[in-house]
C-alpha cells in the first residue's frame, strides 16, 4: 500500500489530480451497490494513487451509511490461509458469535481462535455470504494490494462475491499488474478492472509545483521525467530535496533522490536477483539504453535477467540488445542500492563501450574519475558547447559544471562556471542560479568578473531580477570595451569606464584576461546591451551603445546588425533592413536556436512581422510553461500578446499576458513584467476601465522609473492616450501623449513612436491642434513609414485622411482600400469612425451610417465601450427623424438638436457635450441657440421645463427608441440610446483574421 502523504475527504475528488474519470466510476458503484451490488479493480504500478482512490471510496461510502470492511494484502501473509478474511471480519466478531455454531467454525479458524484443522472453503464462503445478508444496510469490502492475497481467501470473495453479486454488497479492490508468468488469483474477467495510468506532462508539472512551488525549470523537468507519471515519485522527490538543489540546475540520474517509500517499491524485488544480474541492471541504470549488453553474458547474469523481466522489472531489446527500466524509478532505486566504487567501475566500463560516441564518452569518464582530471575536463567543455548548438542549454550547464569540479587551475574552474552560468541565465531564464554559479566563479577567480561573459551574466542578473539598467551598464560596457580593445588594438572610451557591481567591488579592465575574447561572447554581450538601450529608452545609454559598436565590424554579426536597424531607430533605418529581415525570418524552424528566434522576433515587432513566426513563439512559451527555458518564453508571451492587441484578438491577448505575468513572477523575472502590465493597461483603455489603467501604470511606473526604465513611461502614456481617446477626453489624450511622442517629429531612438502615430495624429486633430497633425503626418511621409507594413500603411493613410483641412472622401477611401487593411481591425475601425463623422457633417448621412456601423460593430466585438459608444452617438446623430406636428410654442428640433437637448439638459456642459458628438464646442453653441430659439427658452434649466411640455403625440423616433417626455427619462433613454443603437438591426461585422501558428494549448497557453 503506497498512498499519496495526504488524505481526501468526500468532497475532495478534485484534489487528486487527473483521476476524475476514476472518481466517476467509484461514485458509480457506490450508486449501484445498494441495489444490485458490484465490484471494481483499480490496476496499476506502484504509486499511481489506487489506494488514496479506494481510501476515499471508503471514507466517501462511510458517509453514506456503508459498513466499511477492509483488509489489506502483505507478502509475509501471503501463504496464511485466510489471513485477509480474517482482517476483513475483525470488527464484526459480534456478528459472527451471533451465526450458527457450523457456520461460526469457519469463520473462527480465519479469526485465529480456532486452531483445529481449516474448514473447508465452501463452508467458509457460505457463512461469509450469510454474514454479509445479516448486514443491516449497504456493505463495501475494500482490499489494498490484492496481488498479494491469500488464495484461500481470494476464492472466498470471488466465489461469493464476484460472481453472486449480491444485492447490498461491493467489492472494491487494488492491485498491481502481474507479470504475465505469474496467474491471478481472482479471474479479471469476472469483474471490472480499471487499469490506472501515469499522469500526462501537465499535470505531472502542476503536482510538483502544488507540493514545490519553488522548484526551478531545470530541476522541475527532471523530477518530472524520472517519475514518469507516478503521482507518488512527484510528490516524494522534490521532498527529499533541499532548498538549494530544488532551485538548482537538472538533476542526473544517479543525483536523483529516493525517499524511503519510494526505495521499498523496487528494492525487494532487486536484491532478490543474484549479485550478477544486479550488476548488469546496474550497467543498465548508467547507460540508459545505448548499449548493447546482453552480450557476452555468462549463464547466471542472463538467469538474473530472466527473473528481473518476469517480475516487471525490466524488458530487452531483443534486436539492439539493450536493456529498458519498465519504470524510471527502478533506475534510480539500482543506484541508490550500489556503493559509489561499484557506480564508478561501472562508469569506466562502459567509457570503454561508447568511445565512438564523444559525449558519452567524456561523460562517463567524468563519472568515473577519482580526482581532478584536466583533460576529462576539456573533453565535457566540448561535449557543452555541442549540447548547446543542439538545443540542449540543460544538458550543457551540467557538462560546464561537471567540468569545472574537474578542472586543475583555478582560471578553468572560473571561466566554466561562468559558462554554466551564462547558459542558464541566457538559454534557461534561470536568474537564481546564474547569480549563485557567477558569485562560486567570482570566489574561484576573482578577476573573473572582467571577462565578457561573467558581465553579461551579472548584466542579465541585475537586469531582470532588480530592473537596475544604469549597474548593468556599468557592468556589461567595460568589459565590452576591454575585450574590443584585445581585438583590435582599440583603447577603451571613456564614457565604458570601469565598472561597479552591486557590492561595490571595482573590476578594472586592465585586469590581465582570463582567456583571449570569443567572437560568439562578444556578440551574445552586444545583444544584450542593446536590450538594455530598449528597455532604458534614453539618449545617454544610446549614445553610449553607439559608441562601444562603433569599433565593432557589424558585417561579422549580422543578427545583431539587423536588430540594430530594426530597433534602435527604425524609422530612419528599419526600411534597408526589411529583406534581410523577412529573409531570416524565412529561415527560421523548430531546430533554430531559441535565443535567434526571439531576438529576431524582436526586431519583427515594430515592422509587424511577428505573425510569421507566430507558431514558434507558441512552442516556445509552451515549452517554458512545461518547465523548459524561461527567458524565451517570457519574451516569446510578451510579444505574441502585444500582436494579439494589434490584430484585434483582444481575449488572447489578454490571456497570454496574463500566463507571462506569473511565468515572471515564478522566475524572479521582474523587469519582463512591464510588457505584460502594458499589455493589460492598453487592453483595459480599449475597454474603458480607467480604474484598471490607473492601477496598473502606477504600480508600473513606480517601480520602472527609479531604476531607469523609461520605456515604462511610454507604455504607460500610450495606455492613457488611449483610454482618454476612447472617453472622448481628447485633451487630455493630446497632453499625454506629447509627453513622450512630440508631434512633428520622430525622436531618435524611440521605436514605440511608430505605434502611436495615428493615436498623436488623431488626438490632435480632436483637441483642436491642426497643426502638429499635419505635422506629424508630414513627418510619416518624409520616412515613409507606410512601406514598413501594412499597419503602417493603414495609419499613415488613416492620420492624413483624419488630419487633412477640409474633409477628403478620396483620403478616406484611400485609407480603407490599403492592402491586407482587415488584419489590424481595430485602427481600420478607428478610421471608419471618423470616416462616418465627416460624411454625417457633409450631409452623407446614408454613407455615413454604413462605415459607423461598420467601426460599430468592430468596436462591439472586441468589447472597447467607449469608442463603441462615439460610434453609437454618431448614427444617434445620422437618424431620420419621424416628427409629429410641432405644439405650437416648440417648433420642430432636428435629430441632431433633440441629442443635444437632452444632453443638455442632462448637466453636460458645451465642451463636455462636442467631445461626446464629436463636434465643436461652436456648433453645440449653435445648436443651443436654435434649441432656445424653438422652444422659446433662455437657460437651461427652462430647456428641462420646455422638453417635458413636447407634446406625448409628437415624440421623436431615434433608431427605433421613442424618446419619452419626462425629463429624466428622455435622460435616461438618450443614455439607452448611447449604450444600446439599432437592437433590431442586423449591423455588419468585420472580425479579426484567424490567427496564424500552431493551434495547440498548454497550461493556459491557448492558441485561437
Known amino acids: 500500500m503506497t498512498a499519496l502523504p495526504f488524505s481526501l475527504g468526500p468532497g475532495q475528488a478534485g484534489a487528486l489530480l487527473g483521476r476524475e474519470s476514476e472518481f466517476a466510476m467509484l461514485e458509480e458503484l457506490l450508486e449501484q451497490i445498494p441495489e444490485r451490488g458490484g465490484s471494481l479493480c483499480l490496476e496499476g504500478s506502484a504509486g499511481l494513487g489506487k489506494t488514496s482512490l479506494i481510501d476515499w471510496a471508503g471514507q466517501a461510502a462511510e458517509a453514506r451509511g456503508f459498513a466499511v470492511w477492509r483488509a489489506e494484502g502483505t507478502l509475509s501473509e501471503q501463504d496464511i490461509p485466510l489471513a485477509a478474511l480474517g482482517q476483513l471480519l475483525t470488527p464484526v466478531r459480534e456478528m459472527i458469535a451471533r451465526l450458527p455454531p457450523e457456520m461460526r467454525a469457519g469463520l473462527d479458524v480465519a479469526l485465529g481462535f480456532e486452531t483445529a484443522a481449516p474448514a473447508r472453503i465452501d463452508k467458509v464462503r457460505d457463512a461469509f455470504g450469510e454474514l454479509l445478508r445479516r448486514v443491516d444496510g449497504p456493505v463495501l469490502l475494500m482490499v489494498d494490494d490484492l496481488q498479494w492475497l491469500d488464495a484461500e481467501s481470494a476464492q472466498v470473495l470471488t466465489s461469493s462475491l464476484v460472481a453472486a453479486r449480491i444485492p447490498g454488497v461491493g467489492l472494491l479492490a487494488a492491485r498491481r499488474p502481474q507479470p504475465s508468468a505469474v496467474r491471478p488469483l481472482m479471474p479479471v474477467g469476472l469483474w471490472r478492472v480499471r487499469r490506472l495510468r501515469p499522469l500526462g506532462g501537465v499535470l505531472s508539472r502542476a503536482l510538483v509545483r502544488r507540493v514545490s512551488p519553488a522548484v526551478s525549470a531545470p530541476v522541475l523537468a527532471s523530477l518530472v521525467t524520472a517519475a514518469a507519471g507516478n503521482p507518488l515519485a512527484l510528490v516524494e522527490l522534490p521532498a527529499a530535496l533541499s532548498e538549494a538543489e530544488l532551485s538548482g540546475s537538472a538533476l542526473s540520474a544517479d543525483a536523483v533522490p529516493l525517499s524511503p517509500r519510494l526505495e521499498r517499491l523496487h528494492s525487494e524485488q532487486i536484491l532478490q536477483l543474484p549479485a550478477a544480474a544486479r550488476q548488469v541492471l546496474l550497467l543498465a541504470a548508467l547507460d540508459d539504453g545505448h548499449t548493447d549488453l546482453t552480450a557476452d ?127 542558464g541565465a541566457g538559454s534557461l531564464g534561470t536568474m537564481q542560479q546564474a547569480s549563485r554559479l557567477l558569485a562560486q566563479a567570482r570566489q574561484v577567480h576573482p578577476a573573473v568578473l572582467a571577462t565578457v561573459p561573467a558581465a553579461t551574466v551579472a548584466a542579465q542578473v541585475l537586469m531582470s531580477t532588480t530592473g537596475e539598467l544604469a549597474n548593468a551598464q ?224 502606477s504600480h508600473l511606473l513606480g517601480w520602472a522609473l527609479p531604476r531607469g526604465i523609461r520605456i515604462a513611461q511610454v507604455y504607460a502614456a500610450h495606455a492613457q492616450t488611449m483610454l482618454f481617446l476612447g472617453a472622448g477626453d481628447f485633451d487630455r489624450a493630446y497632453r499625454e501623449i506629447t509627453s513622450v511622442c512630440p508631434p512633428g517629429t520622430f525622436a531618435p531612438h524611440l521605436a514605440w513612436a511608430i505605434w502611436m502615430s495615428l493615436d498623436l495624429v488623431e488626438a490632435a486633430v480632436l483637441s483642436h491642434h491642426p497643426k ?164 422659446d427658452v433662455r437657460t437651461r434649466a427652462a430647456l428641462t421645463d420646455a422638453l417635458a411640455d413636447v407634446p406625448s403625440g409628437a415624440p421623436a423616433e431615434v433608431l427605433g427608441v421613442t424618446l419619452p417626455d419626462e425629463p429624466a427619462a428622455a435622460s435616461a433613454a438618450v443614455a439607452d440610446v448611447l449604450r444600446h443603437p439599432t437592437r433590431q438591426r442586423t449591423q455588419p461585422r468585420r472580425d479579426a483574421p484567424a490567427l496564424p501558428g500552431a493551434t495547440r494549448a498548454v497550461d493556459g497557453v491557448r492558441a485561437p
Open 297 to 423: 553474458l555468462g549463464e547466471e547474469e542472463r538467469a538474473g535477467l530472466i527473473v528481473a523481466e518476469e517480475h516487471g522489472l525490466i524488458r530487452t531489446d531483443a534486436r539492439k540488445g539493450a536493456i529498458r527500466f519498465r519504470h524510471p524509478l527502478i533506475g534510480p532505486t539500482v543506484l541508490r542500492l550500489s556503493t559509489s566504487s561499484a557506480r564508478r567501475a561501472a562508469h569506466v566500463v562502459l567509457a570503454q563501450r561508447h568511445k565512438t560516441h564523444e559525449d558519452r564518452y567524456a561523460w562517463h569518464l567524468a563519472a568515473g574519475a577519482i580526482g581532478p582530471d584536466e583533460d576529462v575536463a576539456a573533453l565535457l567543455e566540448s561535449a557543452a558547447d555541442r549540447a548547446l548548438r543542439r538545443g540542449r542549454p540543460d544538458l550543457a550547464i551540467q557538462s560546464y559544471l561537471l567540468a569545472a569540479q574537474l578542472s586543475t587551475a583555478l582560471d578553468g574552474r572560473a571561466r566554466r562556471l561562468t559558462y554554466a552560468a551564462s547558459v
Open 474 to 697: 556599468r557592468v556589461l560596457t567595460p568589459a565590452i570595451a576591454s575585450a574590443l580593445h584585445q581585438m583590435t588594438g582599440r583603447a577603451p572610451d571613456p564614457m565604458t569606464g570601469p565598472m561597479t557591481d552591486r557590492a561595490g567591488i571595482r573590476a578594472e579592465t586592465s585586469v590581465a584576461p582570463l582567456r583571449s575574447v570569443n567572437r560568439d561572447e562578444l556578440g551574445e554581450a552586444l545583444h544584450h546591451l542593446l536590450n538594455l538601450c530598449l528597455y532604458a529608452c534614453d539618449e545617454r545609454t544610446w549614445a553610449t551603445f553607439h559608441t562601444v559598436v562603433a569599433g565593432v565590424d557589424l558585417s561579422e554579426f549580422p543578427d545583431l546588425q539587423l536588430r540594430i536597424d530594426a530597433l534602435a531607430d527604425p524609422v530612419r533605418t528599419a526600411l534597408r533592413a526589411l529583406p534581410r529581415l523577412d529573409a531570416a525570418l524565412a529561415g527560421l524552424d523548430e531546430h533554430t536556436d531559441a535565443n535567434r528566434i526571439g531576438r529576431l522576433a524582436m526586431a519583427a515587432f515594430y515592422l509587424d512581422r511577428v505573425d510569421e513566426v507566430r507558431a514558434l513563439l507558441l512552442q516556445q512559451a509552451n515549452d517554458a510553461q512545461s518547465g523548459g527555458p524561461v527567458g524565451p518564453g517570457i519574451l516569446a508571451l510578451s510579444l505574441l500578446s502585444i500582436q494579439c492587441i494589434k490584430t484585434g484578438h483582444w481575449a488572447e491577448a489578454d490571456r497570454l499576458a496574463r500566463a507571462g505575468l506569473v511565468l515572471c513572477e515564478q522566475s524572479g523575472h521582474l523587469l519582463y513584467t512591464a510588457p505584460f502590465e502594458f499589455s493589460i493597461a492598453m487592453l483595459a483603455a480599449g475597454r474603458g476601465d480607467s480604474d484598471t489603467v490607473a492601477r496598473t501604470c
Open 772 to 935: 502638429e497633425a499635419a505635422a506629424h503626418v508630414d513627418a510619416m511621409h518624409g520616412h515613409d513609414l507606410g512601406a514598413l507594413s501594412s499597419r503602417c500603411a493603414l495609419s499613415m493613410a488613416g492620420a492624413t485622411a483624419i488630419a487633412a483641412t477640409a474633409f477628403d472622401r478620396d483620403l478616406f477611401e484611400a485609407a480603407l482600400a490599403v492592402p491586407d487593411a482587415g488584419r489590424w481591425p481595430f485602427d481600420l475601425a478607428r478610421i471608419e469612425l471618423r470616416y462616418g463623422q465627416g460624411l454625417r457633417r457633409a450631409r452623407f448621412a446614408s454613407e455615413a451610417r454604413r462605415h459607423l456601423e461598420e467601426a460599430l460593430a468592430t468596436f462591439e466585438r472586441l468589447g472597447a465601450d467607449g469608442w463603441a459608444e462615439q460610434a453609437r452617438t454618431e448614427l444617434l446623430a445620422t437618424s431620420p427623424a419621424k416628427t409629429a406636428p410641432a405644439s405650437e410654442r416648440t417648433g420642430t428640433l432636428t435629430p441632431q438638436e433633440r441629442v443635444v437637448a437632452h444632453l443638455a439638459a442632462t448637466g453636460l456642459a458645451n465642451k463636455a457635450i462636442a467631445n461626446r458628438l464629436q463636434i465643436s464646442p461652436r456648433t453645440v453653441g449653435a445648436h443651443l441657440r436654435n434649441i432656445f430659439g424653438k422652444l
